[in-house]
């Protein structure tokens, strides 16, 4: 069974740093490009960046250049997301994806003072 | 950006009776590999999206046949033969052809 499980979230102030971890399990992790997408409280899905399988390219959306920088382990099948100069803006549930296929649980995350 | 139009914004519908979402593109998902990357998911109340379908109208091994999608270019429609109860929450069209993804707003089914 595919598992994508996140974790990191909470509560940050505005222009720290926070970084999410997605632990996958049930498919062969290293074969795949991989994303994070971001929900807004009762908004609609927004796609935050791309790696590809082998961490040599990378992706990212307008909105998080040079402030976010997406990775991954592959020897230990984890998905990174490293989020500096946070923005109340960016306060989302945030989910690890192995995109158009499967979806973790998400990871809240609420950037305020 | 390619920017994705869903309508309606919302559906209400009884059991059994079919339902159509329309989704247009700003531009063409036609790929350069000859493939259209446009995909539809669902979100149920309280949870994570799922898959439904890709490329414009394949089914995911576990997707019901109830479902179909197709279109091209510019103009996608996913179908519902019967709706079911199991089929309320927000469908979203996204696509993969051209970065950055773009997803629709989305159309929020619920059961009349």
């Known amino acids: 069974e595919v598992q994508l499980v996140e974790s990191g979230g909470g509560l940050v102030q505005p222009g720290r740093s926070m970084k999410l971890s997605c632990a996958a399990s049930?498919?062969?992790?290293?074969?795949?490009?991989m994303a994070w997408v971001c929900q807004a409280p009762k908004k609609g899905l927004e796609w935050v960046a791309t790696?590809?399988?082998?961490?040599?390219?990378?992706y990212y959306r307008d909105s998080v250049k040079g402030r976010f920088t997406i990775s991954r382990d592959n020897a230990k099948s984890t998905l990174y997301l490293q989020m500096d100069s946070l923005r109340s803006e960016d306060t989302a549930t945030y989910y690890c994806?192995?995109?158009?296929?499967?979806w973790g649980q998400g990871v809240m995350v609420t950037v305020s003072s | 950006d390619v920017v994705m139009t869903q309508t309606p914004v919302s559906l209400s519908l009884a059991i059994g009776q079919p339902a159509s979402i329309s989704c247009k593109s700003s531009q063409s998902l036609l790929g350069t590999s000859g493939k259209t990357f446009l995909n539809w998911i669902l979100q149920r109340p309280g949870q994570s999206p799922k898959r439904l379908i890709y490329q414009v109208s394949k089914l995911y091994s576990e997707v019901p046949d109830r479902f179909s999608g197709s279109g091209s270019e510019t103009e996608f429609t996913l179908k519902i033969s019967r709706v079911e109860a199991e089929d309320l929450g927000v469908y979203y069209c996204?696509?993969?052809?051209?970065?950055?993804?773009?997803f629709g707003a989305g159309t929020k089914l619920e059961l009349k």
């Open positions: 996204w696509q993969g052809t051209h970065f950055p993804y773009t």
């Open positions: 790696i590809s399988y082998d961490g040599s390219s990378t």
């Open positions: 049930g498919f062969t992790f290293n074969n795949y490009d």
């Open positions: 994806a192995r995109l158009g296929h499967y």
